[in-house]
Each structure stands twice: as C-alpha cells, then as structure tokens.
C-alpha cells in the first residue's frame, strides 16, 4: 500500500484527479487530490509560485503524509519539485505527468514557446486580477485532442482562470532536480502537443531529471479526462519501487 | 454525419480507399474517394501540380460538396493546401496523414531528402513520360513495413506510375497553412519510415499548421493497406470537430 | 520456416533469450541462442570485440547454420554487424533490436554519452578483471523501467560481469553497414531510455543502416525479461521477408 498525492496542473483542482484516484484506489492505495492555493473554488488569485508551493507542503504536513508517491501534473511540476526540495523527507518518488521540471531560478514560462508567453502576456493584462486562461479552440485541439468535443467542452468548463505569477515567478531551489536524491520517473503521454513536441515535454525536459524511470502511455496532456483508467495504470508503473 | 473526402498519395488512386471508407461509412458517414488527375487509369501522365489541384477542386464543386472534412495522405497534402486555399468555403476541416505540409512557393522536392530527390531525377529521365516509380525494396521495407511480403507485393501491384511534374512543381498559395483560419489535424502513422525519422513528418512538417490536432496511431506510411479499420479509426478521431 | 540466431547484449547470456525463442518456436521457426564469448559462465573476461565477433561466426560455422535471421541486442549490434561482414553468405536479414550501429572504426564508447564513458571507466578501473557492472539504480530505472521490482530484482540477478574492451575497441569493417547488400530491420522498444532518447537508439543510430525496416512496439530495453511474447512478436515482423 503506497500514499500517491496528485498535483494538478494550471486550470484545474484536484476534483479533476478524482477519477483517477478512484482507480488507484481500487488497487489498494491510498490517493490524495489537494488543491493548489490559487487554484481553490472562491479563495484569492493572488498567488504566486512560492505561496503555491508552500500550500503543498503545508498539505503533507497537516495531514502528517510520509513515503509518499509525489505527482505533478503540467504546471504541477513545477509545484512538486519545489516541494521535494523543501518536504524531500516526506516523498518517497517523485513523478512527473506531461509536467514542467524547473532547475532553480528558472519560471515556467522560460520553458514554453514565445508564442504562448505573448498569449499569456495578453490574455493576463486583460484580465481584472493577472490571471489566465485558455483560449477553447487551443484547449480543444491541442490540450484534450483526445476527447470527442462534448467532452473536450465539459473538461473546459471545468477550469478555473490560473493565477499568472505562478507562471513568471522563478523557482527557488537549493539544488536542481538532477542532484536530488529522491527515485524520478516520467510519465509521458505520447500524443500530448500542449507544447509543441519539437519543443516537448521529453526527453527536452524530463531529462533535466538526471536519472529517471520512463513510462510512456498513448493520451493527450488531458488524459484525466479521456481515460482516467488509463492514467492510473500508467501512474502505477511509474509509481511503484 | 460528416462528408469525408480522401485525398490519396503518390503512385496510388482513390480506390486503395475504399476499404478505409467502407469503415468510415459504418460509422455513418459519407466518403468520397476521387482520384487525382495523373493518377487516373489511362489518362495522361502530362499532369503538374496545379492541375493536380484543379482536380478535386472540380470534384469538390461537380459533386456540389461542402462542409467537409478533406484528408490527404502524404503527396496529397500538397493538393488539399491547394484545394482549401481555393475552395475554402467547402471544408470544415483538414486532415493531413503523414502528408506533406507546403507553404507558398515550395516543392514537395523540397521537403524530402537529398537521396530521394537524386533517386526520382533519375527514375523521371529513365522514363519515357517524366513519371516515378519507387523500387520495390524501398516500399517494402520504408514505405509497407508493417505488412507481410505477400500484401507488400500485392499492393505495389495496384501503384501508378506517377508525374513527376508534381512533385517538382511549387505551390502558389494565397497564405500559408497556419494562416488558413480552418481547423487542421495531422493524423500520424508512428512507424512511417517513408520519410527518415530525422527529418520526417512530425513534427518537422506538422508544426507548419499552427494550431492542430495531433492523432498518433501505429502503423505504417501504407496503413490504408494493412489496416484500413485502424486507419479509419484514426481518421475519425482526426475529422471530428 | 526461417533460422532465426539471436545475439544478446551485455552483461546477459544466451539463457535470457530462451523464452522468446519459445514463442519463436511456436510459430514454426528455428531459434539459436548463442552466448558470445566473454559472457560464458566460467570462461575467462579477458575478451575483446574481435573475439567477441570470432566467437558468433565460429557457431554458425560449427553449426553449420545459413539463411539466417541474425539478430542483435544492444551491445550485440556491434557483434552482428562485425559477423555481416565476415559471414555475409550465412545471412538472410540482419535484426537490430535496439542496438548500436558502428560504423568502420568505431567502439560502443564512441556512441554512448560521455557519463556513461566516465561510469565504465571508473567500475572498471575499480574492478579486478577490466569488467563493468551496471549499478543496480540505472539498470532498475533506465533499463527495466518496465518491470515492477522483483523482476528488475530477479533479472539483475542473473547478469554477468562484462569486459570492458568489447565496449573500448574500435570495429574494423570492410565497409559500412548502409553499404552491405543485406536487408536490415531496427526494433525499437520505444519506451527504451538505456541511452538517453535525446541521444537515442532510433532515427540517431538506426539510420546508420541506409535502407532498413522500422518495427515499433512498447517496451524498455530489457523486454527479453518483462514481455517475452511481445518481443517475439517484434522479431517476427522485424525479420521477414
């Protein structure tokens, strides 16, 4: 029996991960679905980077969570591998789903494409409180490019508007992921194109890991909704010991 | 119920369809197979690439079509950029399967690699009528490497010599395929080896549509031929809206 | 009914490959499962590439063995490449199974990464025999990252000391793999991350080969122990006609 905590990425909340933690469940773990301050239903957006790390952590340390499989998701790896430096007692491995892995000093957005950061510059400075969202026929296409467009439009009314500083700010490590201790794996939904895979997800960024254990499964970068038991049957190979 | 318009490749004509559309029709669908000009049985071989355009934007209007999804395999990425930047108000997607992507001004020559371009210089002038084959063991292992040798000859046994004018042609393109304002999906077989993997259909290629839908299925560039219902299959996911 | 000789990779013996050659078997097929020389229980490590490649001719030879499938694994690539050139006449197709591709002058060495250069180096130097061992974290996460961990376990139990100057001596070819007239297959396990995949096995080195066959399936670079059948599969379709 392993203790998984699911990190969601930017938009969503950890009800999103629900239905993946019911199938994680049903092999006989025990799942946790926090949700990332900035994130959570009618709190404030003005989060950042740091604040959104220390939720996290705060979350393994009030529920007293130990030898626990950590997973980011998206922006959730940026959160979870603020957490390993700073909770790394608590994890067992870390696991990275279609996620970003920031060396310190680094934002996320250093990692995605300058057409996305002259998005999301935009889309912020129109918004009331610097936060941003998708705009649907990017989400449709190239998040969920599995999903049949109900689905793809349900999943989008899901989201939350994200809190942008998370995005800007840069992360404070005291070591880099590569010389963390902690066991790594990534796990890495082959048809994901929320970033363009020239400029990808793996090996580009998963292999700023160091050391780490591939899992490779067909999906988008969505697959919490077009197939929550198949994201769960990969996050367990990835997972396990 | 959507119309479906397959686009066929070089060598090949609308008939090594059908099966795929057999499938699709199950579905519910409508499908239409044309055959380009200067792959049509008994026809000239004195076809360039423009005319090879003006032939399903004929097909298009003689068969008063519209709102549909227009898929082209390989060459016949050239001809469906063409036929949407001339007949865009009859298409409600594009569909390129492991096509080839042009912008204004290029060359399918220009976007395959240096030994293929001296092979077909040279099958072309050994021609009586400026046609290409491929030799066989270049289809067989490259091209229908999924297949057993025995489909592998049978379906090179269906191909047409095919004029090499289109493949040398440059497209005139009013704008280019990330400026066009329709939806675009690229359908891609991941064991095609017709192009080298090094420079080969995706991302190098597909990233000239801008935003698109990525379907990523196995198979071969021939999957029309060894699995016409997993093509299908593919292509639905790829057409849907 | 095809002769099908499997070459295994480092560290491993002909016995690791015998439940594949079962489902092989099964199909019809003749299967050998040789071990190379410096991987004999018992028999001395003071073994280099030419003796390596000596030992694979000399059982074809012994046992008299032609139109063969030769395939090799990892490591084993240099062996069958050096056995294409002095046995050419035994050989009906050449299977490289997530294997190196060397060029005339080449070592493996020259086509790893240098950490992995500067790891060898340094378990060899420490050894007393001039042998290397994979450290179990690399061989549990990189190799076998397909397996839960008794069998990563139990796998890791069974590999044997490898001498080092297989990996450090530089072929010597009469001319270049492209350049053999024989048919050549790459099997790609694609979840394969023994070499890391920004400097992987496949179009990197497999393109190596000039005209080759591309068969994919899933798996890590051990399949021979966490999916015999599938691996058998692969064969199959990687070593037909």
């Given amino acids: 029996m392993t203790t998984y905590v699911l990190v969601h990425g930017a938009w969503h909340t950890g009800t999103e991960f629900e239905p993946v933690a019911e199938a994680i469940r049903a092999e006989g773990h025990i799942v946790h679905c926090p949700t990332i301050a900035?994130?959570?239903?009618?709190?404030?957006?003005?989060?950042?980077?740091?604040?959104?790390?220390?939720?996290?952590?705060?979350?393994?340390?009030?529920?007293?969570?130990?030898?626990?499989?950590?997973?980011?998701?998206?922006?959730?790896?940026?959160?979870?591998?603020g957490v390993a430096d700073r909770a790394a007692d608590r994890i067992r491995r870390l696991v990275y789903w279609n996620a970003f892995v920031p060396n310190d000093g680094e934002a996320l957005n250093d990692m995605v494409p300058p057409h996305y950061v002259?998005?999301?510059?935009?889309?912020?400075?129109?918004?009331?409180?610097?936060?941003?969202?998708?705009?649907?026929?990017?989400?449709?296409?190239?998040?969920?490019?599995?999903?049949?467009?109900?689905?793809?439009?349900?999943?989008?009314?899901?989201?939350n508007p994200h809190p942008y500083a998370t995005f800007?700010?840069?992360?404070?490590?005291?070591?880099?992921?590569?010389?963390?201790a902690l066991p790594k794996s990534y796990l890495l939904c082959t048809e994901d194109c929320a970033l363009p895979q020239s400029l990808g997800w793996h090996?580009?960024?998963?292999?700023k890991l160091g050391l780490f254990r591939l899992v490779a499964i067909?999906?988008?970068?969505?697959?919490?909704?077009?197939?929550?038991?198949?994201?769960?049957?990969?996050?367990?190979?990835?997972?396990?010991?």
């Fill in 38 to 81: 900035g994130n959570r239903p009618g709190e404030s957006k003005d989060v950042g980077l740091n604040a959104a790390i220390a939720s996290i952590v705060d979350y393994l340390s009030e529920n007293d969570l130990s030898d626990v499989v950590l997973l980011g998701h998206s922006y959730g790896g940026m959160v979870i591998t």
């Fill in 118 to 159: 002259a998005l999301f510059d935009g889309v912020s400075a129109a918004s009331a409180d610097n936060t941003v969202m998708l705009p649907f026929p990017i989400w449709r296409e190239a998040f969920i490019n599995d999903a049949d467009l109900a689905l793809a439009e349900r999943a989008f009314g899901v989201l």
């Fill in 168 to 180: 800007t700010d840069k992360i404070a490590l005291s070591k880099n992921p590569a010389e963390m």
């Fill in 203 to 207: 090996p580009r960024l998963s292999e």
């Fill in 218 to 241: 067909p999906g988008s970068h969505e697959l919490c909704f077009t197939d929550p038991k198949a994201l769960a049957a990969g996050i367990l190979k990835a997972g396990r010991d």
